[in-house]
């Protein structure tokens, strides 16, 4: 009822296809990552109660989810979702990459709307995504955790990406150059926002950006250059503000 399979293995489309009594699948990973052609193994097994794992990390993909992608230029995708978003639950990590009739396509994106109505509770961002579309995972509630390399590569969050999530902290990526209008408003879970050491490029935080979230202090870096309206607005616990003489703030950005 139940197979272990190490992850140099190449699991084809329908490999376990109408094996009623299989109870589990569980790929064996070094890392977070290994797996790169999601699609070929997710939701192929025909009993319909199989769940498929991957070890370190506690990654499960339930039965009858696959993500769903588009060609944005050459071999760089982005992802549009999954093909049944309210099955999409638990912990999860994103693809980096989809191999499809031979070609490997890198997911460097994700798409606007892209994750609305999933359930996902723990999610892990590949090294590979460079940004994050509108309301991506917008009114996610039980969206507490995001994992992601806070070192490269992040560098947009879309307006209203994470609104209404129940995520605790958020820690700004070196990379990331822009978090637009109510990207992270409406979550008071939300205790912490930091920014990491070795930024090299100018931030600008949009919007309603913050507003209405449980921050309770900022120390912000001298590469940001400007604060929208209303940036932090509503946060009741926000006793701490730390900022240089070279960002542009509106007056009622809190």
Same mark, same amino acid.
């Given at each position: 009822?139940?197979?272990?399979? $190490?992850?140099?293995?190449?699991?084809?489309? =329908?490999?376990?296809?109408?094996?009623?009594?299989?109870? @589990?699948?569980?790929?064996? #990973?070094?890392?977070?990552?290994?797996?790169?052609? =999601?699609?070929?193994?997710?939701?192929?097994?025909?009993?319909?109660?199989?769940?498929?794992? #991957?070890?370190?990390?506690?990654?499960?993909?339930?039965?009858?989810?696959?993500?769903?992608?588009?060609?944005?230029?050459?071999?760089?995708?982005?992802?549009?979702?999954?093909?049944?978003?309210?099955?999409?639950?638990?912990?999860?990590?994103?693809?980096?990459?989809?191999?499809?009739?031979?070609?490997?396509?890198? #997911?460097?994106?994700?798409?606007?709307?892209?994750?609305?109505?999933?359930?996902?509770?723990?999610? =892990?961002? $590949?090294?590979?995504?460079?940004?994050?579309? @509108?309301?991506? %995972?917008?009114? #996610?509630?039980?969206?507490?955790?995001?994992?992601?390399?806070?070192?490269?590569?992040?560098?947009?969050?879309?307006? =209203?990406?994470?609104?209404?999530?129940?995520?605790?902290?958020?820690?700004?990526?070196?990379?990331?150059?822009?978090?637009?209008?109510?990207?992270?408003?409406?979550?008071?879970?939300?205790?912490?926002?930091?920014?990491?050491?070795?930024?090299?490029?100018?931030?600008?935080?949009?919007? @309603?950006?913050?507003?209405?979230?449980?921050?309770?202090?900022?120390? %912000? $870096?001298?590469?940001?250059?400007?604060?929208?309206?209303?940036?932090?607005?509503?946060?009741?616990?926000?006793?701490?503000?730390?900022?240089?003489?070279?960002?542009?703030?509106?007056?009622?950005?809190?």
């Amino acid at each position: 009822t139940k197979i272990i399979i $190490p992850n140099t293995v190449n699991i084809a489309a =329908y490999a376990f296809s109408q094996m009623t009594p299989l109870s @589990e699948v569980v790929v064996t #990973v070094d890392g977070t990552t290994g797996i790169t052609d =999601y699609n070929s193994w997710l939701a192929t097994n025909g009993s319909g109660t199989a769940k498929f794992s #991957v070890l370190s990390g506690n990654i499960t993909f339930q039965e009858g989810v696959k993500f769903t992608y588009s060609v944005l230029s050459g071999t760089n995708v982005e992802l549009t979702g999954s093909n049944n978003n309210s099955n999409l639950t638990g912990v999860r990590e994103l693809p980096s990459s989809f191999t499809d009739s031979g070609t490997t396509y890198t #997911v460097v994106s994700i798409s606007n709307n892209a994750f609305i109505g999933s359930q996902i509770t723990n999610l =892990y961002l $590949p090294a590979t995504i460079t940004s994050i579309g @509108e309301n991506a %995972f917008k009114d #996610v509630t039980t969206l507490t955790t995001i994992t992601y390399t806070t070192t490269r590569n992040i560098q947009t969050i879309g307006s =209203y990406a994470f609104q209404n999530t129940s995520i605790t902290q958020f820690i700004v990526p070196v990379t990331l150059t822009a978090i637009n209008t109510g990207a992270f408003s409406n979550i008071n879970s939300l205790l912490s926002l930091t920014f990491m050491n070795g930024r090299t490029s100018n931030i600008t935080i949009g919007n @309603e950006a913050f507003k209405s979230t449980g921050i309770t202090s900022v120390i %912000f $870096p001298d590469t940001l250059t400007s604060i929208g309206s209303q940036a932090f607005a509503d946060c009741p616990n926000l006793r701490q503000i730390e900022l240089f003489h070279t960002t542009t703030m509106h007056n009622d950005s809190n």
